[in-house]
């Protein structure tokens, strides 16, 4: 970074407000070297509002939803989609200081943050087809039992949107922008770690939307975000974080049953690897699925169950292969392994190997686990047992529980004891034991997958999970149901109303009750 980013202003009810309170310092997981040792750098700040600004930000996106009467609720879909390509549009344009601060704040590489970039721009743009396709099904009148009626998707009201910080760009924006597109209002908080890297598009919001559509809200989120739960008045939450805050939010809102959930929430995905698997295929695949991003992915693979039989071949190869990434900083060309944003993750990590090996385990490979300051070098730690952290904490992290297994039962068992439920990987190359496998797992998590590892994308297919992983379903179509509802408008069919209705249409009287034909 050339020089801090300081943002002294943020979004609230279509104005750019000057802060001039308390500020948050923005420590890079990069580090520098000072007297005092190795230390993080500090690239920029950014406000720490209140409750105030951000119960002002919620009556802005109020008065903008206004009862389903504000201009953006009320808009053509054709309107709203020209308003998000314009956005689009003003968003690439900041692509480069995007791509370097998410780099920076997150320690993400180059290459992974530009694929980030790209993947969300990829999104938003099929996000618009998907939206296209919806209102062309929607754009005719159905006749059942004597009754005439257009169905239409309509908005929620108002959506508080809050995205993680391992992709603190796609995964916000998979949730903000199919909300915004299908006319709700938003509250948005940008992740803790990869705040900044949402300060250049904030102009773009301004511009392209009007004005409390989108608000933004910054500060400390145990402190802003309960008093606007309890308010009432947030009509869709929508998190990528942990249940354990989901849980907590939710039962704040005085009505639940008028508060729609859309959450992506704790994973800890298994790799199973049986007998019958090519074991270096599942490696491969296992270092790409526990150690992209350095295993900061809600669909890493945050356990592996191998068979005895292979096991300690596993082990080597699996050793030897780590030993192969390239660890540096995350503008370096070919990086794999990068330091971590979080200040306490380094502890924490040293804490669940700690545990394991006090029960039993070992750190397979050399150098695991080794850490200098924000830089944590792959632990592979066998055996893992029940007794140990790592055998249900989600670590997310570049730690690699491996657990041995004699029958096909003990990892089912595994994953039926599990509180999580988002995917499985299976590697094997005989059809009956996968097939043994893809029925009971089916019923235990929302994909599995075969030889190969666990992964969101391609963003077309459904994203969700079971049990504590999530609530509603993420994809380019799904995303689109999950921020509105159907709403109709149904007559019975006699002159009088044939007639109402072609004037109504045949004068464009309304948004709504329409044939208009997006091409
Ligand atoms: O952190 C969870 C992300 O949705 C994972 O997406 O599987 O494409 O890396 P990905």
């Given amino acids: 970074m050339p020089g801090q980013i ?28 000072t007297a005092q040792g190795l230390q993080r750098k500090v690239i920029g700040a950014f406000p720490v509002c209140g409750t105030k600004e951000a119960m002002e930000a919620l009556d802005a996106a109020m008065a903008a939803f206004d009862s389903g009467r504000g201009e953006w609720p009320t808009m053509g879909v054709a309107d709203r989609i020209q308003r998000v390509e314009q956005f689009t549009f003003k968003m690439a344009a900041q692509k480069e200081l995007v791509v370097k601060l998410l780099m ?10 530009v694929k980030e970039f790209d993947r969300t721009v990829e999104y938003i743009h099929a996000t618009i087809d998907a939206l296209k396709d919806i209102d062309r099904q929607s754009s005719r009148f159905e ?17 508080l949107c809050m995205g993680p910080f391992n992709y603190p760009l796609n995964e916000t924006f998979t949730t903000l922008i199919p909300a915004l597109i299908m006319g709700n209002t938003l509250l948005f908080k940008p992740p803790k770690h990869g705040t900044l890297l949402h300060y250049p598009l904030l102009k773009a919001f301004q511009e392209s939307f009007p004005k409390g559509v989108v608000n933004t809200i910054y500060g400390r989120g145990a402190d802003i975000v309960p008093p606007l739960m309890q308010s009432g008045k947030i009509n869709v939450l929508t998190l990528i974080g942990s249940s354990k805050v989901a849980n907590e939010l939710k039962k704040l809102h005085p009505k639940v049953n008028r508060l729609r959930a859309v959450l992506g929430l704790d994973a800890k995905n298994a790799a199973i ?26 669909t890493a693979l945050k356990i592996l169950l191998v068979h005895k039989s292979l096991v300690d071949e596993f082990l080597q190869k699996l050793s030897a292969e780590i030993a192969k990434l390239k660890f540096g900083m995350p503008w370096e060309k070919g990086v794999n392994l990068t330091p971590l944003p979080e200040p306490g993750k380094p502890a924490y990590l040293k804490d669940c190997i700690d545990d394991a090996i006090a029960n039993g385990a070992k750190v397979v490979n050399e150098n695991g686990g080794e850490t200098v300051a924000s830089f944590v070098y792959p632990a592979v730690v066998y ?11 989600e670590q997310f992290g570049p730690v690699i529980p491996v657990i041995a297994f004699d029958d096909l039962s003990e990892p089912i068992d595994y994953l039926i004891e599990s509180p999580h439920g988002q995917q499985v990987s299976i590697f094997s190359n005989d059809a009956h034991e996968i097939a043994s496998l893809i029925d009971p797992l089916v019923n235990e998590v929302s994909r599995v997958n075969i030889n190969c590892q666990c992964q969101r994308g391609p ?23 999950s921020f509105s509802i159907r709403s109709l408008v149904a007559t019975k069919l006699n002159d009088n109303n044939k007639k109402l209705i072609n004037d ?12 208009k034909f997006i091409f």
């Fill in 504 to 515: 109504i249409v045949n004068n464009n009287e309304s948004n709504f009750l329409s044939t």
């Fill in 143 to 159: 006749i059942e039992q004597g009754i005439v009626a257009q169905v239409r998707r309509s908005p929620l009201g108002v959506v």
């Fill in 104 to 113: 920076w704040e997150i320690g993400k590489s180059y290459a992974d943050s």
């Fill in 6 to 33: 300081i943002q002294r202003e943020y979004l609230s009810n279509g104005e750019m407000k000057n802060w001039d309170g308390e500020m948050s310092e923005v420590s890079s997981p990069v580090c520098v070297r």
């Fill in 273 to 298: 690897i049986t007998e019958n698997a090519d074991i270096d295929l599942a490696v491969s695949e296992t270092v790409l699925g526990a150690l992209s991003f350095n295993g900061q992915r809600c």
């Fill in 459 to 481: 963003d077309i297919f459904p994203f969700t999970g079971r049990k504590d992983s999530a609530e509603g379903t993420l994809s380019v179509v799904d995303a689109l149901r």
């Fill in 383 to 393: 055996p893992v047992n029940e007794k140990m952290k790592l055998y249900r904490e």
